[in-house]
């Protein structure tokens, strides 16, 4: 998709910091597909920004592995192999499961009211006769970024932002990419149809509820590797090196 449909043109003249934010939520959020590429003049006419702040926040993402560049000094989301996507998994499951049980500790009510929010707007979506793919990773990541907040530790939300910068485009790649699979809504349905299966988001939430560290990290944990054997069974992983 191009990279004018995807931002929001800024108001005024921004340093890079402000163009990096929005990239990053981008690439978090999963709206960039692994392999896409991003052009600089692109990308400053579509925020409405000189070309220098854009170049500053792509050679940020690059140094944090977010973006790369290729031959011909091309800058693109990386590809994921298959041995890439399982490390990342065992390092979220670790990061986020202990941010979970610290959120256990610190929750207050107006955030679990929040979290419960974004847990039934995260079901309603899927109950949709053709659930947005999109919006469901979007609530996907406000919802666990709700409660990693209530951890009250910002280094830790920072690794684990970094994280999802490499995870995001592909927990988003079939819902959005060309292939002959989703012509057919094949992986949609098939993904929505386990999401509503095993909703390990509400044992979180009661998890939350309850104070219950334990439960709470064994949810997250569940969570994690349901979406990974989902990409895993996807194709929209290489082989790994």
């Known amino acids: 998709m191009r990279i004018d449909r995807l931002v929001k043109p800024l108001l005024r003249q921004t340093l890079s910091g402000d163009v990096y934010a929005q990239l990053k939520e981008l690439l978090m ?28 926040a792509i ?14 000094r091309v800058v693109r989301v990386p590809t994921m192999n298959v041995s890439q996507f399982l490390e990342l998994s065992s390092i979220r499951i670790n990061l986020e499961g202990f941010a979970v049980e610290q959120a256990c500790l610190r929750i207050d009510q107006a955030a679990l009211l929040r979290i419960e929010t974004l847990n039934r707007a995260f079901d309603d979506e899927l109950e949709q006769q053709n659930p947005d793919g999109t919006k469901v990773i979007s609530i996907n990541k406000d919802l666990h970024f709700s409660i990693y ?23 988003n790649y079939d819902l959005r990419s060309g292939s ?10 098939n993904y929505t149809r386990l999401l509503k299966t095993v909703n390990h988001h509400t044992s979180l939430v009661e998890a939350l509820k309850k104070q ?3 439960a709470a990290r064994a949810a997250l944990k569940s969570d994690i590797e349901n979406a990974a054997q989902f990409v895993m069974s996807s194709g929209s992983l290489v082989a790994s090196e």
């Open 29 to 56: 959020s999963g709206r960039m597909m692994p392999g896409q590429q991003l052009s600089l003049r692109s990308t400053a006419e579509a925020l409405g920004v000189s070309v220098m702040p854009v170049r500053e």
């Open 149 to 171: 907040r209530c951890a009250q530790m910002p280094m830790l939300l920072q690794l684990i932002e970094a994280l999802w910068l490499r995870i995001g485009p592909i927990l």
């Open 212 to 214: 219950d560290s334990n």
């Open 59 to 72: 050679q940020r993402l690059v140094a944090e592995k977010a973006l790369e560049v290729g031959p011909s």
């Open 180 to 189: 002959k699979r989703l012509e057919t809504r094949a992986i949609v349905d």
